[in-house]
């Protein structure tokens, strides 16, 4: 047997506490750092996504150049990183809940099986699970960091001013009440739950089938990431739209808002921008999801192994 293909010794059954939390502090560290490192690199993508989701909305042309060129024109470079110090706060729980959790779950399902071995259905659950949990515990970050992300876009009137994410924190619950700090929840537990799940799943899958054929090393979990990031994308993105469309909306002159819940939100944008409409913007999300997954997921691989944190090859 090669030393490629050898099986990482399994946790130590008699551990203590304090290594057993440890270990899972770690993973959770280890699945931040990763999500921080792939935010800061292309954000101006994530920035680039969410005007062209709202120029759709509003009948707008949605051609990536057209709107990268408007942006750059009329608010200057600075906007393509608005709102980054918020995105990278989210980004580092959200990652550190979702990969981190789901992590924590798989060393447990592996430490508990005689065989060191998961099945398809238990990282299935995995994933979910920790998606849904994670967005719940980050959502009032999320909520600031899409607010902020579009103001520029916004008219004077409407802006709100945000100097940060504290005060965009402040601001929302003096304002607008604890609740709105978990506006449009419904689509962001289904787009995490949607996003992990897409993700996760073929990510850890195809490195198993792929293992006879690539081993067990860095081109294996390349291709595998690759995989992991196109199906993130295609995926995720009807409900991202949805999400984006409910925490940045403003109430009209009546005092009503523009969409009832998730379910009114996807109907109003296929009566209005049609089966397109949940896609729109999909090469520029793309762009964006697939390097950011395919950085996240290495580098989370990387951190595991360089600390050790690999159970089992078995998966």
Same mark, same amino acid.
């Given at each position: 047997?090669?030393?490629?293909?050898?099986?990482?010794?399994?946790?130590?059954?008699?551990?203590?506490?304090? %290594?057993?939390?440890?270990?899972?502090?770690?993973?959770?560290?280890?699945?931040?750092?990763?999500?921080?490192?792939?935010?800061?690199?292309?954000?101006?993508?994530?920035?680039?996504?969410?005007?062209?989701?709202?120029?759709? %909305?509003?009948?707008? +042309?949605? +051609?990536?150049?057209?709107?990268?060129?408007?942006?750059?024109?009329?608010?200057?470079?600075?906007?393509?990183?608005?709102?980054?110090?918020?995105?990278?706060?989210?980004?580092?729980?959200?990652?550190?809940?979702?990969?981190?959790?789901?992590?924590?779950?798989?060393?447990?399902?592996?430490?508990?099986?005689? !065989?060191?071995?998961?099945? /398809?259905?238990?990282?299935?659950?995995?994933?979910? +699970?920790?998606?849904?949990?994670?967005?719940? !515990?980050?959502?009032?970050?999320?909520?600031?960091?899409?607010?902020?992300?579009?103001?520029?876009?916004?008219?004077? %009137?409407?802006?709100?001013?945000? !100097?940060?994410?504290?005060?965009?924190?402040?601001?929302?619950?003096?304002?607008?009440?604890?609740?709105?700090?978990?506006?449009?929840?419904?689509?962001?537990?289904?787009?995490?739950?949607?996003?992990?799940?897409?993700?996760?799943?073929?990510?850890?899958?195809?490195?198993? /089938? /792929?293992?006879?054929?690539?081993?067990?090393?860095?081109?294996?979990?390349?291709?595998?990431?690759?995989?992991?990031?196109? +199906?993130?994308?295609?995926?995720?993105?009807? &409900?991202?739209?949805?999400?984006?469309?409910?925490?940045?909306?403003?109430?009209?002159?009546?005092?009503? &808002?523009?969409?009832?819940?998730?379910?009114?939100?996807?109907?109003?944008?296929?009566?209005? %921008?049609?089966?397109?409409?949940?896609?729109?913007?999909?090469?520029?999300?793309?762009?964006?999801?697939?390097?950011?997954?395919?950085?996240?997921?290495?580098?989370?691989?990387?951190?595991?192994?360089?600390?050790?944190?690999?159970?089992?090859?078995?998966?």
């Amino acid at each position: 047997m090669t030393a490629q293909h050898k099986i990482a010794p399994k946790l130590n059954p008699y551990a203590t506490t304090r %290594e057993l939390v440890t270990r899972k502090i770690k993973n959770m560290l280890i699945a931040g750092t990763s999500g921080f490192s792939s935010i800061l690199t292309f954000y101006p993508i994530e920035t680039l996504k969410t005007r062209i989701q709202m120029r759709s %909305e509003a009948g707008a +042309s949605v +051609s990536l150049f057209t709107v990268m060129k408007e942006m750059y024109v009329k608010e200057g470079i600075k906007t393509f990183y608005m709102g980054l110090g918020a995105a990278l706060m989210r980004q580092f729980l959200f990652a550190s809940f979702r990969i981190g959790i789901f992590y924590n779950i798989i060393d447990y399902i592996k430490h508990r099986s005689q !065989t060191g071995s998961i099945s /398809l259905l238990q990282i299935i659950g995995a994933s979910l +699970s920790a998606g849904g949990f994670a967005i719940l !515990t980050v959502m009032p970050f999320d909520v600031v960091f899409v607010r902020m992300q579009v103001e520029n876009s916004l008219p004077l %009137e409407q802006r709100r001013g945000y !100097t940060n994410m504290f005060n965009g924190l402040s601001c929302i619950a003096k304002k607008e009440g604890i609740k709105t700090l978990w506006k449009g929840v419904l689509p962001a537990v289904a787009r995490a739950m949607m996003l992990n799940f897409s993700m996760l799943v073929p990510y850890e899958k195809c490195k198993s /089938l /792929l293992a006879p054929y690539l081993g067990k090393g860095k081109k294996n979990n390349i291709i595998s990431s690759a995989i992991a990031g196109f +199906s993130a994308a295609i995926c995720a993105l009807p &409900l991202d739209n949805a999400k984006v469309k409910l925490q940045k909306q403003i109430p009209g002159p009546n005092g009503s &808002l523009p969409y009832k819940g998730l379910i009114d939100c996807m109907k109003k944008t296929f009566l209005k %921008e049609g089966i397109k409409g949940y896609w729109v913007g999909f090469w520029t999300f793309y762009s964006f999801v697939f390097p950011q997954t395919v950085m996240l997921l290495l580098m989370n691989e990387f951190l595991r192994s360089k600390f050790k944190m690999v159970l089992t090859n078995n998966t």
